[in-house]
């Protein structure tokens, strides 16, 4: 049980590193340790990534409310595209968008 508190550890665990506890705690619960250890290092690279992408998030936030102008890309993305870019699902990104959370530029060209 405390590897499982130590593995969820946390108020919204991603689907992804969610899946990878479950899996490890299952592994160790069948006392396949080396199974376990391998998963024990997928898990880490999750949570080790997820932070890198919250680090990186709190500085663009932190850039664009000191007023510094976000990077931005110099071609359109179709939503499939910036979605994989943002890892969310298209659908995601579209509920974003519809509740005013994000204003995506719309192409002039298109109807």
Do not use: C
């Not at 199974?35 to 949570?47: D, H, I, K, M, Q």
């Not at 890309?73 to 994000?102: K, M, P, W, Y």
């Amino acid at each position: 049980m405390r590897l499982a508190r130590t593995a969820l550890n946390t108020a919204w665990p991603g689907k992804t590193i969610r899946k990878a506890a479950f899996e490890l705690i299952h592994q160790a619960a069948r006392r396949d340790l080396g199974g376990a250890l391998e998963n024990a290092y997928l898990y880490l690279v999750l949570v080790q990534s997820e932070r890198n992408q919250a680090e990186m998030a709190a500085e663009l936030v932190s850039r664009w409310a000191q007023g510094f102008p976000a990077d931005a890309t110099h071609h359109n993305l179709h939503i499939r595209e910036a979605a994989l870019h943002l890892h969310v699902t298209s659908d995601q990104l579209r509920n974003l968008e519809r509740n005013g959370l994000l204003d995506v530029p719309k192409d002039p060209h298109n109807n």
